[in-house]
T-cell receptor, first 112, second 114 residues
Framework: ETGVTQSPTHLIKTRGQQVTLRCSSQSGHNTVSWYQQALGQGPQFIFQYYREEENGRGNFPPRFSGLQFPNYSSELNVNALELDDSALYLC???????????FGEGSRLTVL | GDSVTQMEGPVTLSEEAFLTINCTYT??????LFWYVQYPGEGLQLLLK?????DKGSNKGFEATYRKETTSFHLEKGSVQVSDSAVYFCALTPWGDSSYKLIFGSGTRLLVRP
């Protein structure tokens, strides 16, 4: 049990649609990052938020955006979905004192 | 840019066999190195880490040593159990990066047979 909860666990969208994925972490975890894990691959860093501001971004286009809220929850938004966006999306929150990352179980997105 | 390369799986072993999963990295400076494990239906969990050269990370019988000279961080366990069946990911945090960004390898699936 990592204390990081993601929703929904599975969803199906069609190309061109928009999706919002949600993550809830524990008190004291004030940094959150999102990863995309394609089937059979390792997770790839999308971006990181600290105190509600983006402070690190991987090689993903601007149609991937995020929000972080004061209650330790966050969102990943993806616009204009493409078939290649089909993947498991992982949220990770960082323990403020130890710096350890705690991962949620992920949201599996299928784009048809 | 920085990258991590892992041996391809699946790796299939009998219970109590010795395990080695190879991991090499390409990075500038002194990245921190990690092994994460993903059990079926669960999220990624930190297995062990090492933050400087010659450090040995260990947990649950698993070990890995940070080898700067060979840019490697191979995972070993002396006697695997069926419950060790999972996907193992080697990862690094780039040196000097102020974020908590992790760069992962592609993962190695381990299957342990009774």
């Amino acid at each position: 049990e990592t204390g990081v909860t993601q929703s929904p666990t599975h969803l199906i969208k069609t190309r061109g649609q928009q999706v919002t994925l949600r993550c809830s972490s524990q008190s004291g975890h004030n940094t959150v990052s999102w990863y995309q894990q394609a089937l059979g691959q390792g997770p790839q860093f999308i971006f990181q938020y600290y105190r509600e501001e983006e402070n690190g971004r991987g090689n993903f286009p601007p149609r991937f955006s995020g929000l972080q809220f004061p209650n330790y929850s966050s969102e990943l938004n993806v616009n204009a979905l493409e078939l290649d966006d089909s993947a498991l999306y992982l949220c990770a929150s960082v323990h403020r004192d130890t710096g350890e990352l705690f991962f949620g179980e992920g949201s599996r997105l299928t784009v048809l | 840019g920085d990258s991590v390369t892992q041996m391809e799986g699946p790796v299939t072993l009998s219970e109590e066999a010795f395990l080695t999963i190879n991991c090499t990295y390409t990075a500038t400076g002194y990245p921190s190195l990690f092994w994460y494990v993903q059990y079926p239906g669960e999220g990624l969990q930190l297995l062990l880490k090492a933050t400087k050269a010659d450090d040995k990370g260990s947990n649950k019988g698993f070990e890995a040593t940070y080898r700067k000279e060979t840019t490697s961080f191979h995972l070993e366990k002396g006697s695997v159990q069926v419950s060790d069946s999972a996907v193992y990911f080697c990862a690094l945090t780039p040196w000097g990066d102020s974020s908590y960004k992790l760069i992962f390898g592609s993962g190695t699936r381990l299957l342990v047979r009774p």
